[in-house]
């Protein structure tokens, strides 16, 4: 493993802070609307809206095997659809297999070329599979048809940040905030963008009213530690980092944003985009 590959490693676990309630077993949730009772065939036949919509339970319920199962199903059902097209690579991202996603998501723009949902999708795919160049061209048909949506800037922004257009990524979330002031995706992303561009008074000042509200999550409070990390200020990154982690998790972090300096200024970007493809405020 290369020393940039060991970075991203041991980012992608420095950023990962979850807190686990407790284990569902999700087994009792489970639905297959293509059973019936017996095999007399008297249950009634179900018809596509049921269908989509046991699918979409299923996956809520996070049984996403059978989700596909059903959205396949249901677009045998009515095969001018794109919508049980664009809901199984929905799905499948969950799944983390962005490539049969992207196949889904174009089989759904054949039938709707200007489809918002498989255009966002695909261009989410494309960023997982590492080849956010290919983002563009979905994100500029979809918005085309709408401008003014946050989340599409955001998402946007985000692609143009792992292609090293920080400037553009920045423009794109600003323009994002202009239209959502409050919003924790827009304004996270935007912190993260500005350090990599190495601003990082302007970063900070941006994530941390943010990252000391009451309504602060872990991910907010850690990506605001590796800022302070980045900038060097070890002593407000242990701070942030305490207040998630043990003393030892927060002494490793900190160490581990030593590094991060010491690399180049285009390593540092891509170790960072790399380890937090996955990590990465909501997309």
Request: proline share 7%; charged share 20%.
């Amino acid at each position: 493993m290369t020393r940039l590959e060991s970075v991203a490693v041991a980012l992608s676990l420095a950023l990962s802070v979850v807190g686990l309630t407790g284990c569902e077993d999700k087994s009792s949730l489970r639905l297959d609307p293509l059973a019936t009772d017996g095999r007399t065939g008297s249950a009634p036949d179900l018809r596509y809206p049921a269908v989509m919509h046991i699918a979409a339970a299923s996956r809520s319920a996070g049984d996403l095997s059978n989700a596909v199962s059903l959205y396949r199903h249901a677009g045998t059902m009515e095969p001018d659809n794109p919508d049980p097209l664009t809901a199984l690579g929905e799905t499948l991202l969950d799944m983390g297999k962005p490539d049969e996603a992207i196949n889904s998501y174009n089989a759904a723009l054949k039938l709707s070329p200007r489809d918002q949902s498989a255009l966002r999708g695909l261009a989410r795919a494309y960023i997982k599979t590492s080849r956010p160049d290919l983002a563009a061209a979905p994100l500029a048909i979809a918005y085309k048809d709408d401008p003014n949506d946050p989340k599409l800037l955001l998402l946007i922004g985000v692609s143009d940040d792992f292609i090293g257009q920080h400037a553009n990524a920045q423009a794109r979330y600003q323009q994002g905030l202009r239209l959502a002031p409050a919003d924790g995706s827009l304004i996270l992303n935007l912190s993260l963008s500005l350090a990599l561009s190495e601003k990082f008074d302007e970063a900070i000042a941006t994530l941390r009213p943010l990252a000391f509200s009451p309504a602060a999550t872990p991910q907010e409070r850690q990506t605001l530690a590796l800022i302070y990390g980045l900038k060097g200020d070890q002593q407000s990154a242990m701070q942030l980092a305490r207040m998630d982690l043990d003393a030892a998790a927060a002494q490793h972090n900190l160490a581990f944003y030593e590094t991060l300096r010491q690399l180049p200024p285009d390593a540092r970007s891509r170790a960072i985009l790399s380890a937090t493809a996955t990590a990465r405020p909501q997309y």
